[in-house]
């Protein structure tokens, strides 16, 4: 079955070489889309045959498929530390590891893990590596940070648009009560640069550019999966 970016054939051969690093008695973090769910299935059927595992959920969507799956699941606060996370992306800079996320619009919370976690693992179909980045970044904002943030985003050089929901009028809530803002910038030269630029923005809650978080990146293909270690 081919589904937006790649197939699912793909995403699954990604996902479950990566849960192929979960261990006994660890705690996961549970990232969240297409690809990602794969891995959490794959945790699942670990668990029911009996591997002792916790997950951290970045997302009400990935809380819910985790315990569809019978996955244990804890907040971030509850835990001493994240063993491993396993997360997907929206493009991976093949040089680097540097990502954009945010797609779901979810990475407030997926940095929070992500960042947290002893290792990080990215999982990712051909469709969504880049030698440069170059996807619009999302921006989760402060309802009434919404104009000046996209202001201070146009003399970075970008464009700002509000992410508008699908199935309901008006624009997508995150699970933080907050908006989401897509800005084209391009092709990013310096996303460490252009990070740093955004952090400093006033109402804005998180981006979506993740910066030397990557320790390895899973791509399924259509013969395997290639790994690449950062």
Known sequence: ??????????????????????????VVGLGTGSTTAFAIRAIG???????DVRGVPTSFASRELARECDIPVVDLDEVDAVDLAIDGADQVATTDGALVKGGGAAHAREKMVDAFADRFLVVADPSKTAETLSRPVPIEVLPSARTTVAASVSDLGGEATLRRAERKDGPVVTDNGNLVLDCEFGAIAD??????DLASLPGAVEHGIFVGLADAVYVGTDDGVEVDEF
């Open 1 to 26: 079955m081919k589904t937006t970016g790649g197939t699912d054939a793909q995403k699954r051969r990604a996902a479950e070489a990566a849960v192929e690093a979960v261990e006994d008695g660890t």
């Open 191 to 196: 996303p460490e640069s252009l990070a740093a």
């Open 45 to 51: 059927d670990l668990v029911a045959d009996g591997l």
